[in-house]
């Protein structure tokens, strides 16, 4: 049997708040995201608006907060004015991005529809085209959005039907403009002066929004690091974040350096703070920059897609992974390395909501139904609120090819203001259970309420459209609380969720 995997609590020792923004989402017009996944009239559970009652339930039950739309690689080639307006007379356009037609059936007011359908804590995050487009279509979608009335643009809003203003406060400023895949792709040079005037031009209209500039599309990039600090440079007191990006997946059957996956997002992110925090000292500024972790998931991009699909085809299949039990478990590590970095990680978005590397899937005139990825994001996003307790794991360990030697135990923990604590714990071991021992110092802990555990004796076992359940979580067995220690056993490659009170 493995050694245990300890750590101690203290109410004392703390890495951050929570920012309801880090359990965010991302809606793109890509595939079927929007159409056939959030949106399809017809649909037998379609509401007055053709938004899909099916799939907003699902996503009241998983709990997005800030929700970025409409990309994304979309974005850069987004006309925002082709998006609004009487639905009949919206033009049909080229999308360059994902070599598509878009309809912009579901444009900015239906999105906005969709965002206060979707939860009370639901919130726009909106993306403006740094691409194909600069500062005056920027501050012109602004005004149409945000300004109650009065003017040309907050008057066209209203006549299209939306009186009150979107109210939108979170706004990235462009897209991967580092990538040279991007539309309008940039220098960091280029793309700091174009972010610095479009956020100064912003904030004209509003000095309250936030903003957030584009960093590097992944940290592999050739440039990053250094596009980090020349885009600051130009905007480190015009915006309040900078965004990272980051996907993972299995390459070559090396399963535990997928497992381990974590272990390269808590690095990008502590790099990303290191050269924010570095170019605030050159301009000694007491300004800090916080992280908007805001395309983050498994996706298998290298995979080639199983589904036929059309040059130029409305709504395709793409990028829809179906993911398994060990694909959510490494989902659910990247959750645990976000909150273990709550102090400066203010957003993070899961890319993306639904049918698109996405914890919903649908099937137009069919039903909708959770990935295994649903679960972990759903327990997060209602357990992982209030302080993030600093767990120091000393953990049993084994080599990674990526890695090195790397722990088997990953964990976090968050105190909610009621005193209760939720430990998140992954065992990145295959093969064999993991004993785990958690002092619980001064935290009053009396009570285990649930010990929820996502695994299965088939690490492969998805849920398809044929078994829409084949995977959900089950109750771990043995957890106990006795003399302020925590004691649990964590199966072979599994997500666990452990509640104390
Ligand atoms: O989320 C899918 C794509 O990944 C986004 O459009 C782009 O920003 C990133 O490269």
New binding site residues.
């Given amino acids: 049997m493995t050694r245990s995997a300890r750590f101690t609590l203290h109410p004392d020792f703390t890495v951050g708040e929570v920012n309801p923004r880090l359990f965010g989402s991302f809606v ?1 017009h ?1 595939g079927r995201c929007v159409y056939t996944g959030l949106h399809e009239p017809g649909h037998p559970t379609a509401d007055e608006a053709g938004l899909r009652t099916d799939v907003l339930d699902l996503v009241r039950e998983l709990g997005p907060t800030a929700i970025r739309y409409p ?4 974005v850069s080639g987004f006309r925002w004015e082709d998006s609004v307006g009487p639905v009949d007379e919206r033009p049909r356009r080229l999308d360059l ?1 994902w070599k598509s037609t878009e309809s912009n059936r579901f444009g900015l007011s239906e999105f906005i529809d969709f965002v206060r359908k979707a939860g009370p804590e639901a919130e726009p995050m909106m993306a403006v085209n740094l691409g194909t487009r600069g500062v005056t279509e920027a501050i012109e979608l602004q005004e149409y959005a945000n300004h109650p009335a009065g003017t040309e643009l907050s008057e066209r809003r209203r006549a299209h039907g939306d009186k009150d203003p979107y109210g939108i406060k979170l706004w990235c400023l462009g ?2 403009m580092d990538g040279p895949w991007q539309t309008g792709h940039k220098t960091a040079e280029e793309y700091g002066r174009l972010a610095a005037e479009t956020a100064r031009a912003m904030r004209q209209i509003d000095p309250d929004v936030e903003l957030v500039a584009c960093g590097s ?1 992944g940290s592999g990039m050739d440039t990053f690091a250094e596009w980090e600090a020349t885009v600051l440079a130009e905007t480190y007191d015009l915006v309040d974040h900078v965004s990272l ?1 980051a996907y993972y997946w299995e390459k070559d059957g090396d399963r535990d350096s997928f497992l381990a996956s974590a272990v390269d997002m808590e690095t990008f992110i502590e790099k990303v703070v290191a050269t924010c925090d570095h170019v605030g000292a050159k301009l000694k500024s007491e300004k800090k920059i916080n992280l908007s972790f805001d ?1 983050w998931n498994v996706w298998y991009m290298d995979t080639p897609n199983p589904h036929e699909v059309a040059e130029w085809e409305e709504a395709p299949r793409l990028l829809e992974d179906v993911y398994s039990v060990t694909d959510a478990v490494v989902f659910g590590s990247l959750l645990i390395a976000l909150l273990r970095h709550a102090d400066r990680v203010a957003v993070a978005c899961l ?2 909501l639904v049918n698109v ?1 996405a914890p919903i899937m649908t099937e137009p005139g069919g039903p909708a139904w959770r990935q295994t990825t649903f679960f972990p994001f759903a327990q997060a996003a209602k357990y992982g609120r209030g302080t993030v307790l600093d767990v120091r794991v000393d953990s049993p360990s084994h080599e990674t090819k990526k890695y090195g030697e790397t722990d088997l135990l990953h964990a976090t923990a968050v105190r909610a203001d009621d005193g209760s604590v939720t430990v998140f714990a992954v065992n990145r071991g295959q093969t064999e259970p993991l004993p785990l021992e958690v002092a619980l110092a001064g935290l009053g802990l009396t009570e285990v309420v649930e010990h929820s555990v996502l695994a299965d004796a088939n690490p492969e076992a998805r849920n398809t459209l044929v078994d829409q359940e084949r995977v959900t979580p089950h109750a771990g067995e043995g957890t106990a609380l006795a003399d302020g220690a925590l004691t649990a056993t964590l199966e072979p490659l599994s997500w666990n969720v452990i509640r104390l009170r």
Avoid at 71 to 74: A, E, I, K, L, Y
């Fill in positions: 793109e890509l990309g994304g690689n979309f991005a897209n991967e599309s990006h395309e890319a993306q590397i």
